[in-house]
């Protein structure tokens, strides 16, 4: 939050976490382009951007990835190894009992347990979708957590999904 922290020192690896939190504007200027200019001095130099998306449509961290070879994480099915991207529409739960959640193969419907997605995450890949221009960008959600069960995402997801900002 401050253009003189910013500003005070080059840098090589330069990591700016959480992107799309960071006011827009210093009065000093944008603060990623001011971060960005700390690297200008190094030839070698790395930078980063992490962050969970916010607006759709005014993400800085979804522009970014836009503009990057928009990488993806594939894991193989257990059952028929068919590799596919985790997502929300697969997991699959009983009303009142989140922790028999299970997430389903988008090719052979073969049911996931919190064992076996791990196991399938262990195999994954991570896969491009445009062409790399000189930017990898990396997308990956918390279905793909090793530290959160399906279950517990489960609850995370229900206590959220009806406040815009929690989801």
Same mark, same amino acid.
């Given at each position: 939050?401050?253009?003189?922290?910013? +500003?005070?020192? $080059?840098?090589?690896?330069?990591?700016?976490?959480?992107?799309?939190?960071?006011?827009?504007?210093?009065?000093?200027?944008? /603060?990623?382009?001011?971060?960005?200019?700390?690297? /200008?001095?190094?030839?070698?130099?790395?930078?980063?951007?992490?962050?969970? $998306?916010?607006?759709?449509?005014? +993400?800085?961290?979804?522009?970014?990835?836009?503009?990057?070879?928009?990488?993806?994480?594939?894991?193989?099915? $257990?059952?028929?190894?068919?590799?596919?991207?985790?997502?929300?529409?697969?997991?699959?739960?009983?009303?009142?009992?989140?922790?028999?959640?299970?997430?389903?193969?988008?090719?052979?419907?073969? /049911?996931? +347990?919190?064992?076996?997605?791990?196991?399938?995450?262990?195999?994954?890949?991570?896969?491009?979708?445009?062409?790399?221009?000189?930017?990898?960008?990396?997308?990956?959600?918390?279905?793909?957590?090793?530290?959160?069960?399906?279950?517990? /995402?489960?609850?995370?997801?229900?206590?959220?999904?009806?406040?815009?900002?929690?989801?």
């Amino acid at each position: 939050n401050s253009a003189a922290s910013i +500003s005070s020192r $080059p840098v090589r690896v330069l990591l700016c976490d959480e992107v799309d939190r960071y006011g827009l504007t210093t009065t000093e200027g944008d /603060a990623v382009a001011l971060a960005e200019r700390r690297c /200008a001095t190094f030839h070698n130099k790395k930078m980063a951007y992490v962050s969970t $998306p916010t607006v759709k449509g005014n +993400s800085r961290i979804e522009a970014l990835y836009e503009q990057g070879d928009q990488r993806m994480f594939y894991v193989p099915c $257990p059952a028929c190894g068919d590799y596919q991207t985790l997502e929300w529409k697969n997991a699959y739960w009983t009303k009142g009992n989140h922790q028999d959640a299970v997430y389903t193969c988008k090719e052979c419907g073969s /049911a996931w +347990s919190d064992s076996d997605r791990l196991a399938a995450i262990r195999k994954g890949i991570w896969k491009a979708s445009a062409d790399f221009s000189g930017t990898a960008g990396f997308w990956i959600n918390g279905l793909y957590s090793t530290f959160t069960s399906l279950g517990e /995402a489960v609850d995370l997801f229900l206590s959220s999904k009806d406040l815009p900002e929690k989801l």
